[in-house]
T-cell receptor, first 113, second 115 residues
Framework: AQKVTQAQTEISVVEKEDVTLDCVYE???????LFWYKQPPSGELVFLIR??????QNEISGRYSWNFQKSTSSFNFTITASQVVDSAVYFC??????????FGTGTRLKVLA | DVKVTQSSRYLVKRTGEKVFLECVQD?????MFWYRQDPGLGLRLIYF???????EKGDIPEGYSVSREKKERFSLILESASTNQTSMYLC??????????????FGPGTRLTVT
């Protein structure tokens, strides 16, 4: 069975702190894709990153970075120097076929000024 | 930029009413999805369509049906709304069922309240 676990339901940090959102996945497939989406208060999920199972390189995009480790089945997301605008619900997702995405339950991040 | 629009942001309906939620995408995507989002449960797939008039049941199709008469439009229908269908409904699209790992584009969501 496929599963995505985001154990952190809610995280609160003070602005400028670094924060890491955890994502652990389960799949028996060797080819799969992992995603992170951001859902701001407006409601629309915004795509942040996609990583395929054959590419374990870490990714950095501005203040965002992602650490993909197949050995621990994790795809963690770090925000450096958090800002109030980062406040949102963040979803991790997995797909190993052509259409069935498995989403985690989401982590609500609150960044306090 | 891909745009996915949903007909309503907020909707209030009475128990037993027939409810239509409309979704339109403007990028000629083959795949369209309807999800339901509830606190603590994440996003759960209701139905998926990979082509006009083609549909697949997701994880929670009971109480819902869908219609895709045109490629750009995917409708979710609640035949007889019940209070346990009060939720946030999200529509999404992606390029093609033949393309593995395609990213999804989401609409803004419809928050439905059934009283």
């Amino acid at each position: 069975a496929q599963k995505v676990t985001q154990a952190q339901t809610e995280i609160s940090v003070v602005e400028k702190e670094d924060v890491t959102l955890d994502c652990v996945y389960e799949t028996r497939d060797t080819t799969y894709y992992l995603f992170w989406y951001k859902q701001p208060p407006s409601g629309e999920l915004v795509f942040l990153i996609r990583r395929n199972s054959f590419d374990e390189q870490n990714e950095i995009s501005g203040r965002y970075s992602w650490n993909f480790q197949k050995s621990t089945s994790s795809f963690n997301f770090t925000i450096t120097a958090s800002q109030v605008v980062d406040s949102a619900v963040y979803f991790c997702a997995l797909i190993s076929g052509t259409y069935k995405y498995i989403f985690g339950t989401g982590t609500r991040l609150k960044v306090l000024a | 930029d891909v745009k996915v629009t949903q007909s309503s942001r907020y909707l209030v309906k009475r128990t037993g009413e027939k409810v239509f939620l409309e979704c339109v995408q403007d990028m000629d995507h083959e795949n369209m999805f309807w999800y339901r989002q509830d606190p603590g449960l994440g996003l759960r797939l209701i139905y998926f369509s990979y082509d006009v008039k083609m549909k697949e049941k997701g994880d929670i199709p009971e109480g819902y049906s869908v219609s895709r008469e045109k490629k750009e439009r995917f409708s979710l229908i609640l035949e007889s709304a019940s209070t346990n269908q009060t939720s946030m409904y999200l529509c999404a699209s992606s390029l093609s069922y033949r393309l593995a790992g395609a990213k999804q584009y989401f609409g803004p969501g419809t928050r439905l309240t059934v009283t």
